[in-house]
């Protein structure tokens, strides 16, 4: 079947088999490797991407799901070279290590400010507990969130 989405602002149409995901479909076939495929079953948060503006695991939704609505990946968050806040503060605080679980964080950071712009601890901690890091421990990924929430 072909699907026809919004992503980042943008038309884009593939041909996709009915039990595709949402994220191989992303990844392999619309050019947006940022979401990234980890456990494939919803445990992970790393394919975290915006559905109409909710959360949701690309993993677990199928693309043709998506047929008709707007998505929105890691990659439509910076502006050009400027990176979003979110992301800044992820850089700055050290809240990268091996990258792969950052693009499903800062998507889920992002979306949890949008709703909350100033979220205790506790808060930033629910929001991202359906992300897993397996490099940093928690505190600088947490010390990030509030950064980018003080600055909001
Ligand atoms: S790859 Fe989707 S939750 Fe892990
Ligand atoms: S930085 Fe490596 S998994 Fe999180």
Redesign the pocket.
């Known amino acids: 079947m072909r699907i026809s989405l919004t992503i980042n602002g943008d038309r884009h149409e593939a041909d996709c088999w009915e039990g595709e995901s949402l994220?191989f479909a992303l990844r392999e076939k619309l050019g947006f490797p940022g979401a990234?495929?980890?456990?494939?079953?919803?445990?992970?948060?790393?394919?975290s991407v915006l559905l109409d503006g909710t959360l949701v695991?690309?993993?677990?939704v199928l693309a043709a799901q998506a047929d008709g609505h707007a998505v929105t990946t890691v990659e439509g968050l910076a502006r050009g070279a400027e990176l979003h806040p979110v992301q800044q503060a992820f850089v700055e605080t050290g809240a990268v290590q091996c990258g792969f679980c950052t693009p499903g964080l800062v998507v889920a950071a992002e979306s949890l400010l949008r709703a909350n712009r100033s979220p205790s601890d506790d808060e930033i901690r629910e929001a991202l507990s359906g992300n897993l890091c397996r490099c940093t421990g928690y505190a600088k990924i947490i010390d990030a969130v509030r950064l980018a929430a003080e600055r909001a």
């Open positions: 994220l990234k495929n980890a456990c494939a079953q919803g445990e992970c948060g790393s394919c695991c690309s993993c677990l």
